[in-house]
């Protein structure tokens, strides 16, 4: 006997439902864009660890110790520590953040070794407070700014993004090299 086509729509009509695509939401803008790139790489986990998560729980011994580049296939970046290289990364946002606010900075370093080697394993805990409220202000620099200024900064904050993303890796991986990573954090 064959179903009726009322009977057919009506048995068959949850499964169109759970198949039905979920509303989309706004398009993104170019604000929006920066933002998750600011955030991902500064305090949500998305595609990959954020800066927060790599420094997270490490001690001053730990944020000081540097591995030796021997040989050609050692991932080791250029002898550097991971608070190191997380000086670096203060050194740089603090710069950015300051130029995008419009305010007279001491100008920026003539050898970029410095804003590496100037890390004191003592404030290892200050460094990481004071980059995670740069990265803080320059979300909140994105957030406030309207479609002009976005429009203006838009290329600067895109390489803040992806210059924290590339020394991210770098840390994870001296932390890996260090034995103090944890892969239940993110990456294996």
């Known amino acids: 006997m064959p179903i009726k086509p009322i009977l057919l729509s009506l048995l068959l009509s949850p499964f169109v439902l759970a198949q039905a695509p979920k509303p989309a939401g706004p398009p993104p803008t170019l604000k929006s864009v920066l933002l998750a790139q600011l955030r991902s790489t500064h305090n949500k986990a998305e595609w990959f660890v954020p800066v927060n998560t790599a420094v997270a729980g490490m001690t001053p011994e730990q944020a000081r110790w540097v591995p030796k580049s021997e040989g050609p296939n050692n991932p080791a970046p250029e002898d550097h520590s991971v608070g190191m290289i997380t000086y670096h990364l203060l050194y740089w946002n603090t710069q950015a ?67 924290n993303a590339y020394h991210t890796g770098q840390i994870i991986t001296i932390r890996k090299l260090q034995g103090s990573w944890d892969p239940k954090k993110g990456v294996s």
């Open 97 to 163: 953040l300051g130029q995008l606010k419009g305010e007279k900075a001491p100008p920026p370093t003539s050898d970029n070794n410095e804003t590496f080697n100037k890390f004191d394993a003592t404030s290892w805990p200050e460094t990481v407070k004071k980059l995670d409220e740069n990265l803080t202000a320059l979300e909140q620099l994105v957030e406030a700014a309207d479609d002009a200024k976005i429009a203006a900064i838009a290329p600067t904050i895109a390489h803040i993004s992806t210059h």
